[in-house]
Nanobody
Framework: QLQLVESGGGLVHAGGSLRLSCAAS????????IGWFREAPGKGREGVSY????????NYTDSVKGRFTISRDNAKNTVYLQMDSLKPEDTAVYSC?????????????????WGQGTQVTVSS
């Protein structure tokens, strides 16, 4: 069993930065790819970024490429999402989850062990 807890959200002005953390407890964290998703009011859950178990492979949705950076420190059982040049349209609840099934990285059904989420609000 894996438990994931997100932190680092908050209120920031457009152009600002935040770093989200996804801290894991439980067994075999370093065996799981981890994804970051976001859900804005009135919209579905969207895949934002993905990182492989050893950190060698990453993916991003087009709208955040060049602005967000995903990384992981397996010694600390933590995945990070560095978010720079934030825009009002980045406002959402951000959640992390472990990819436990096949399928494309941005498909939410491929993930389990969802965290509770952290709110990110970007003001214009």
């Amino acid at each position: 069993q894996l438990q994931l807890v997100e932190s680092g959200g908050g209120l920031v002005h457009a152009g600002g930065s935040l770093r989200l953390s996804c801290a894991a407890s439980g067994l075999a964290f370093d065996a799981y790819p981890i994804g970051w998703f976001r859900e804005a009011p009135g919209k579905g859950r969207e895949g934002v970024s993905y990182i492989s178990p050893d950190g060698s492979s990453t993916n991003y949705t087009d709208s955040v490429k060049g602005r967000f950076t995903i990384s992981r420190d397996n010694a600390k059982n933590t995945v990070y999402l560095q978010m720079d040049s934030l825009k009002p349209e980045d406002t959402a609840v951000y959640s992390c989850a472990a990819k436990t099934y096949g399928g494309v990285w941005y498909e939410k059904w491929a993930y389990d062990y969802w965290g509770q989420g952290t709110q990110v609000t970007v003001s214009s």
